[in-house]
């Protein structure tokens, strides 16, 4: 299971981010692509707004996106060397601020200062006490109208599968064919680090004991082949907000489609204006 610890020591210290992070989007053709074709449309009636608080940048991949988006940006990341990373790459960028924290509280910033969270692909790694604390202190800084969007585990959902890959895992250790076979049809290998002790429903229940209200949930396949729904992304906002509202929960088994789809039709796009060199 990815403890405080093992985060830490992962993309603080062992991880080489090759390219920022960046390596994370190739499958939809690149962090632009990603951007506006998955997550923009998710989160658009969010932005653009005031104060935005990113959990969890790494190396900043969507950072920039964010702080062209409002008017104040903070990033806090548990791995000191992702803030320093981040300093250097946005530092002409006047409205940002970066500081590391303790992989679960957020004692930098304001009550009631934040008009909306954000964290994608960093908190999938984070199991259920992480994400408790962190809804905790969400109650704290989210702002009258505040909302957050947190992309996390559902990986707790599928432990009875997960035991099964674990055990041909062992099986075929020693048998690299076999092995290569199985990963290449998801059989094994499938859970990608994910927090074990976290599902939908417990994001929801962490919502519900912090005294905030979970207003929507997607519950997303990562990975093409297989189909494994071993993630979510949810919205939490305050009781009586303006997003308040009974919880939608909507399961898509053809996120990573998403992903395929936006590769192939950017590629008549993406690369114009690259070379204007004329035959």
Same mark, same amino acid.
């Given at each position: 299971?990815?403890?405080?610890?093992? *985060?830490?020591?992962?993309?603080?210290?062992?991880?080489?981010?090759?390219?920022?992070?960046?390596?994370?989007?190739? &499958?939809?053709?690149?962090?632009?692509?990603?951007?506006?074709?998955?997550?923009?449309?998710?989160?658009?009636?969010?932005?653009?707004?005031?104060?935005?608080?990113?959990?969890?940048?790494?190396?900043g991949r969507w950072t920039g996106y964010l702080l062209s988006s409002c008017d104040r940006y903070i990033g806090v990341d548990l791995a000191e060397a992702c803030v320093l990373g981040c300093k250097q790459r946005f530092s002409a960028?006047? *409205?940002?601020?970066?500081?590391?924290?303790?992989?679960?509280?957020?004692?930098?910033?304001?009550?009631?200062?934040?008009?909306? &969270?954000?964290?994608?692909? @960093?908190?999938?790694?984070?199991?259920?006490? &992480?994400?408790?604390?962190?809804?905790?202190?969400?109650?704290?800084?989210?702002?009258?109208?505040?909302?957050?969007? $947190?992309?996390?585990?559902?990986?707790?959902?599928?432990?009875?599968? !997960?035991?099964?890959?674990?055990?041909?895992?062992?099986?075929?250790?020693?048998?690299?064919?076999?092995?290569?076979?199985?990963?290449?049809?998801?059989?094994?290998?499938?859970?990608?680090?994910?927090?074990?002790?976290?599902?939908?429903?417990?994001?929801?229940?962490?919502?519900?004991?912090?005294? !905030?209200?979970?207003?929507?949930?997607?519950?997303?396949?990562?990975?093409? $082949?297989?189909?494994?729904? $071993?993630?979510? !992304?949810?919205?939490?906002?305050?009781?009586?907000?303006?997003?308040?509202?009974?919880?939608?929960?909507?399961?898509?088994? *053809?996120?990573?489609?998403?992903?395929? @789809?936006?590769?192939?039709?950017?590629?008549?796009?993406?690369?114009?204006?690259?070379?204007? @060199?004329?035959?």
């Open positions: 299971m990815p403890s405080i610890e093992w *985060n830490r020591s992962v993309w603080g210290a062992s991880y080489s981010w090759p390219v920022q992070g960046d390596e994370w989007s190739a &499958v939809w053709g690149g962090v632009e692509t990603h951007w506006f074709a998955t997550i923009l449309p998710r989160i658009r009636r969010f932005l653009p707004t005031g104060t935005v608080l990113e959990i969890a940048p790494g190396y960028a006047g *409205n940002s601020a970066f500081f590391s924290n303790d992989g679960k509280s957020l004692p930098m910033i304001a009550d009631r200062s934040i008009d909306f &969270v954000f964290s994608f692909d @960093s908190l999938v790694h984070a199991e259920a006490d &992480v994400i408790d604390a962190y809804m905790a202190e969400l109650s704290r800084v989210l702002a009258p109208d505040g909302i957050a969007f $947190i992309h996390h585990s559902n990986l707790g959902a599928h432990l009875r599968g !997960l035991s099964v890959a674990r055990w041909l895992e062992r099986a075929v250790r020693r048998v690299p064919p076999a092995r290569h076979l199985l990963m290449h049809l998801r059989i094994v290998d499938w859970d990608h680090a994910r927090a074990r002790s976290m599902t939908a429903g417990r994001f929801a229940e962490a919502c519900r004991n912090a005294g !905030l209200a979970c207003v929507g949930q997607e519950i997303i396949d990562w990975g093409h $082949i297989g189909r494994k729904m $071993i993630d979510c !992304l949810s919205l939490a906002t305050r009781l009586g907000s303006r997003w308040d509202r009974r919880n939608v929960i909507v399961n898509n088994p *053809n996120f990573m489609d998403e992903a395929f @789809s936006a590769r192939r039709i950017a590629s008549v796009y993406s690369s114009l204006g690259a070379d204007d @060199s004329k035959d």
